[in-house]
């Protein structure tokens, strides 16, 4: 085959070499380069820093760093689970291990590394394990299955990585360190003692200065090992995860130049003593170094590649900063620049805080007022702004100290003006300021998931996403631009304003709206909103025919739609108040459906693995026996959660289920921008949660207090108080004003607590609308509330009384049969989905229902 | 993820035109999901009209067979589903993926012929 085409193998198809081949795509080498790659796993490129992740929910698809079709479109040729064994530099060969042979013009070397095992006697026994690849992985979940004790050797950063896999698989599990702390590359002792408590709280046991002799097996299994202080440690397995050496060994045949202990030397080019030969990642050795961490090993493919391109002001190599930020095992640590204060005259101020377990140091230099490093553990948040005062050499406020401190003037002393354009914000991508800038000017981005797609800031570990945030803000500021708040391309117009738009004209269908205010066919954003309105608005049944087409999934079928297609039930339990006799007939529901059940964090059950078809059947079932929707598909009211109150508890002063129950059914089905979550509790002792409620009410001696805009999830937010000692009258009026208010004001999807924390006037404010009726508007408030209870209709009875809406639920159109790519496996005696793998196994892989039939 | 991919059909390919569904079992920009020989087709209506169009029934995101249960619209004028369970976008026309360039779902023949909504087929299917 005639080319003037020339050719590149990319030896190892690891983050790094993967990474490579990527760049060399987004840069256009197809047109002048053959692209070829070697892959000794039997799998291509995966993510290995997220690794421990596949003992927790993860997939080996799911670690995957290839997009499907990768190779294949781009006509790279991969040659998965061969490996190169041989390369003839003279001749510009290499020979894999499957005997296929292959010139080159140029070659790259991204072999990475192999895990060190310490030359300790019976190191190879029976249940000693390596952490690198899944295969590793594979093999030290199936051995844990057989275990109870699992310990890890080596406290480093991978080490307590693998710490955290080993007990998510169950196992007692111990780290053992030959250094006298935890990672004692990245913290000094102070902060490696904090990582060691908070570890140890969470019961993984830590043995420091521990020097391993001897590995002892019994009858083929590992039962101990001994150390050097003649103690000893009982164990059924070992990981070694003491560090790593760089993967030479083709580099070494061939007599490429090494480093003394190992490492293929590089330059600022990434290109090793053979010019027609580059090295980046774990196997590179720059100026004595080896970079054991992904960020500066994608840098070393971003030299390689602009280099193997020849590109005007190609990049080099110059080191990398090995700053760090990581949880490991639920615990923050971060440790950046001159960690260990040795600067001349370097200085450090250390905050440790015993009761949360946080330490905090901070290495500036002799004069105080420049950053030049610092260690973080317990409390990381600051790192992100910390790394830019120090790269940027920012000068640092008065006290330094307050830096340190929680909402401190670390951020006055970061201002995004203040910041060079040359400062990388994202480190995994290596993005800087000045690239995010531009970005958003040239391109006239305005939103954040747009900006981070358009630079890959932020894509990595996520780490500088509030500062990319910040950045676009400051930028946007800057520009003048008005944030638009448009709920989509279909409709110029904010959620308010169309809502108000709605209700003035009286526009009862989508089709209207969008003809008099909009454009296009609506999409998967203005629908369900313009749904949601229409529904708190006139509160017609949601599956009639101009509405059906409008609701977001779970609406759409009055059910919660899980990862495979089948669906969620939950009905009504008003208050989690539940008889004996209806609890009964969930459990029976439950068995007849093969239904997996749970209890939910709103006091009801839920039950898991309805088919669409069943749903119907199901809810039938349901309805004959008195229960009815419990909303918990819409973006609307969910539960009212209650302790038992005075009715049973001895310290309850008023009766908070019976009132929960009442709040239950007045507002049940109403729709919101977003879900709407509320409780009642009995005493100030607050079991029922309700200050961290969308609406929550306590009771007092003399009434009812009354908090909002609280949440939990993900960002927990307290609930404010809004009025206190309420009789149940005033409660209920304010109740219907403040809901009501919320669900005409608030933006898309936006729950009460950032819809407060935009509102102008705060919690004033709020309280002269509710309770003063400072705008004129509660007499409409409370009438559009009482509408929504006047209106109220059970989604699930009408459906199952109507017999073209059942219809709907049917998997096919044109045939009774159900959707026949579902499969389950029993898990604690009840059934879950199938994972992959485990379809594989069942023989129930989709691709027999996809084949086309000859 | 090395699947074997499901080809689209186009108009000239099409041997045989299999007969799903009255129009009316579609309500106005909704989708409805039809077994075609072996395979799950998705098919769509746009607004009131007969104007549909048919699409693989498989989310290759999420991997389920949920297609049908998406949300129509448009993005700038092209006419789309949205994957209910991960939200990722399609071209009703093409299949492409319009957040992911990677990614393609199969597209079929679609047509109304006397009220009766019919899909086409590359495959001797017997109906």
């Given at each position: 085959m005639p080319s003037s085409k020339q050719t590149l193998i990319v030896v190892g198809n690891g983050m790094v070499g993967h990474r490579l081949l990527e760049l060399m795509v987004a840069k256009g080498a197809l047109e002048h380069w053959n692209l070829i790659t070697f892959c000794e796993e039997p799998r291509v490129a995966y993510d290995r820093v997220h690794l421990s992740e596949y003992f927790v929910d993860k997939t080996a698809a799911d670690l995957t760093?290839?997009?499907?079709g990768f190779y294949q479109d781009n006509g790279i040729r991969i040659y998965v689970g061969d490996r190169i064994v041989e390369i003839d530099r003279g001749q510009q060969r290499v020979k894999s291990a499957n005997g296929v042979e292959i010139a080159y013009d140029r070659l790259v070397l991204a072999t990475g590394s192999y895990p060190f095992v310490p030359?300790?006697?019976?190191?190879?026994?029976?249940?000693t394990f390596v952490y690198r690849t899944i295969e590793d992985l594979d093999a030290i979940k199936a051995y844990a299955a057989q275990s109870q004790v699992g310990v890890v050797v080596g406290g480093g950063l991978l080490g307590l990585e693998c710490a955290n896999a080993l007990k998510s698989l169950g196992l007692e599990t111990h780290v053992v360190e030959f250094a006298p702390r935890l990672m004692p590359v990245q913290l000094d002792e102070a902060a490696g003692e904090v990582l060691k408590e908070k570890i140890e709280a969470l019961e993984v046991q830590v043995h420091t200065s521990k020097a391993t002799t001897d590995i002892v097996s019994d009858g083929g299994r590992l039962v101990s090992m001994q150390f050097a202080d003649e103690t000893s440690l009982q164990t059924d397995m070992i990981v070694f995860s003491a560090g790593i050496r760089p993967r030479d060994e083709l580099a070494r045949d061939c007599g490429l130049q090494l480093g003394d202990r190992g490492g293929i030397v590089i330059d600022d080019a990434c290109q090793t003593s053979d010019p027609n030969i580059y090295a980046i990642g774990e196997c590179a050795l720059y100026q004595g170094r080896i970079f054991g961490l992904v960020a500066p090993g994608y840098h070393m493919a971003e030299v390689a590649s602009d280099q193997l391109l020849e590109v005007a002001a190609a990049q080099q190599f110059v080191g990398a900063d090995m700053s760090t930020k990581l949880k490991l095992l639920g615990v923050d640590v971060a440790s950046f620049g001159d960690n260990f204060a040795k600067t001349t005259g370097a200085k450090e101020l250390t905050v440790a805080d015993t009761v949360a377990g946080t330490y905090k140091k901070l290495v500036v230099n002799a004069d105080g007022d420049r950053l030049l490093g610092g260690i973080l553990v317990g409390d990381a948040e600051a790192y992100g702004t910390l790394l830019q005062l120090m790269q940027n050499q920012i000068a640092l406020p008065d006290n330094p100290l307050g830096l340190l401190l929680p909402a401190g003037d670390g951020a006055a002393a970061l201002t995004m003006d203040n910041l060079p354009d040359t400062a990388q914000v994202c480190s995994c991508n290596n993005v800087t300021k000045g690239q995010l800038c531009e970005a958003i000017q040239a391109d006239g981005i305005t939103d954040l998931p747009t900006l981070k797609k358009c630079t890959t800031a932020g894509t990595g570990c996520g780490g500088c996403v509030p500062l990319v945030k910040d950045i676009l803000k400051t930028e946007l500021k800057k520009a003048g631009i008005e944030v638009k708040n448009h709920i989509c391309e279909h409709f110029p117009y904010s959620r308010q304003e169309l809502y108000h738009l709605l209700r003035v004209g009286e526009i009862r269908s989508f089709d209207a709206l969008l003809a008099q205010y909009g454009s296009g066919y609506g999409c998967e954003v203005c629908k369900p909103t313009v749904a949601s309105m229409l529904a708190s608005s006139w509160n017609d049944y949601v599956l009639n025919t101009p509405h059906v087409g409008l609701q977001d999934t779970n609406d759409s079928f009055l059910a919660n739609i899980q990862k495979d297609g089948t669906y969620s039930v939950i009905p009504r339990i008003p208050g989690g108040e539940i008889t004996p006799e209806r609890l009964i007939v969930l459990g029976q529901i439950a068995q007849e459906f093969d239904l997996y059940t749970k209890i939910t964090g709103g006091q009801r059950v839920v039950l898991f693995g309805a088919r669409v078809d069943q749903l119907p059947i199901i809810w039938q079932k349901l309805v004959a026996h008195g229960f009815e929707s419990g909303h918990a598909y819409g973006k609307a009211l969910r539960t009212v959660k209650s302790c038992v109150g005075s009715t049973w508890c001895r310290f309850g002063v008023q009766d908070s289920t019976s009132l929960a129950i009442e709040v239950e059914l007045r507002y049940r089905g109403l729709r919101s921008p977003h879900k709407l979550k509320s409780a009642v509790s009995?005493?100030?002792?607050?079991c029922a949660e309700a200050q961290g409620k969308d609406f929550g009410i306590i009771a007092t001696e003399n009434g009812w207090n009354l908090y909002v805009c609280g949440n939990g999830g993900m960002k927990p937010q307290h609930a404010l108080l809004?009025?206190?000692?309420?009789?149940k009258e005033t409660l209920i009026k304010y109740l219907d004003r403040f809901l009501v208010f919320y669900i005409r004001t608030a933006d898309k999807l936006e729950r009460t607590s950032t819809w407060f924390n935009k509102l102008e006037g705060g919690l004033d404010y709020l309280k002269q609308v509710i309770i003063e009726d400072s705008l004129g508007i509660a007499h409409e408030l409370e009438a559009q509330m009482q509408h929504h209870v006047d209106t109220y209709q059970c989604e699930w009875k009408t459906t199952i009384e109507t017999p073209e809406k059942v219809q709907r639920f049917n998997h096919f159109v044109n045939t009774d049969a159900a959707d026949p790519s579902l499969a389950y496996v029993q898990e604690r005696g009840q059934k879950r989905p199938a994972t992959e793998a485990e379809r594989v196994v069942l023989n129930q892989s989709h691709d027999a229902m996809i084949t086309p039939a000859q | 993820m090395e699947r074997s991919m499901v080809q689209s059909t186009t108009t000239a390919d099409v041997k045989n035109w299999i007969t799903i569904c009255p129009l009316d079992a579609i309500a106005p920009n909704t989708g409805v999901n039809a077994l075609v020989g072996t395979q799950q087709v998705a098919i769509f209506r746009i607004?009131?009209?007969?104007e549909v169009y048919a699409t693989g029934n498989?989310?290759?995101?999420?991997?389920?067979?949920?297609?049908?249960r998406g949300i129509l619209g448009d993005r700038q004028g092209i006419l789309k589903v949205a994957s209910p369970i991960y939200k990722q976008n399609f071209n009703l026309k093409t299949g492409a993926c319009l957040d992911d360039a990677t990614v393609t779902i199969p597209v079929y023949p679609a047509r109304v012929v006397d009220g009766q909504v019919q899909v086409g087929t590359s495959c001797q299917v017997k109906q």
């Open positions: 760093l290839v997009t499907p030359p300790i006697k019976g190191n190879d026994a029976t249940g009995g005493c100030t002792r607050e809004l009025a206190t000692d309420l009789d | 607004g009131a009209t007969d498989f989310d290759p995101f999420s991997k389920a067979f949920v297609m049908s």
